[in-house]
């Protein structure tokens, strides 16, 4: 055996070592959420109703909970990376307009984690099963340091969106039956 094929086995002798400690590490990781998950799933119910579970584009698994009624429509979520200790993660405030309309007040929680896509598209499922024709919303003042963000995340998941720089606000609409 040459000294460069006897280098290039001891090297994949370390891949595969070093892949099996990544691997059980990975799924170490996953046990722990897999376990968090029960555990969150059962102290969310006492208070709201769970409507899924997901996974972010990082491979963290998360609890989607609501409490809509007739006035409002609340898609929260929490990771299960940590134990879940009565306040969510994240969370898409929103507000029955009228009949066809649900309005989204206030998205709250960290940015670039998945989130947001995540109760989006939960919202936008209440919505389908409940009729709703449209979900609509405010871009504000307050929200302009970070409009390209919004606007993107808006556009992204399919709304209508009007933007009006000089007096920094603007409206989104979504409607899924076109």
């Given at each position: 055996?040459s ?32 376990f ?24 963290t ?14 898609i ?54 409940q009729?709703i ?6 871009i ?21 969106i ?17």
């Amino acid at each position: 055996m040459s000294f460069t094929s006897l280098f290039l086995a001891e090297e994949e002798t370390l891949d595969t070592a070093k892949n099996k400690e990544e691997i059980k590490k990975e799924l170490d990781e996953l046990e722990l959420q897999m376990f968090r998950m029960k555990e969150n799933m059962k102290e969310i119910a006492k208070k709201w109703q769970v409507i899924g579970i997901d996974q972010t584009k990082d491979d963290t698994w998360v609890v989607v909970y609501t409490n809509y009624d007739n006035h409002s429509c609340k898609i929260m979520l929490n990771d299960c990376e940590s134990a879940y200790r009565g306040q969510w993660d994240y969370s898409i405030q929103a507000t029955y307009k009228d009949e066809d309309t649900i309005f989204i007040g206030d998205i709250k929680g960290p940015e670039n984690k998945g989130f947001g896509t995540i109760c989006m598209n939960y919202l936008k499922e209440v919505a389908k099963e409940q009729n709703i024709r449209y979900i609509t919303g405010d871009i504000a003042k307050r929200d302009w340091d970070h409009v390209d963000r919004l606007v993107h995340f808006y556009k992204k998941h399919d709304f209508h969106i009007d933007i009006d720089k000089d007096a920094k606000s603007g409206e989104i609409v979504w409607q899924p039956y076109n």
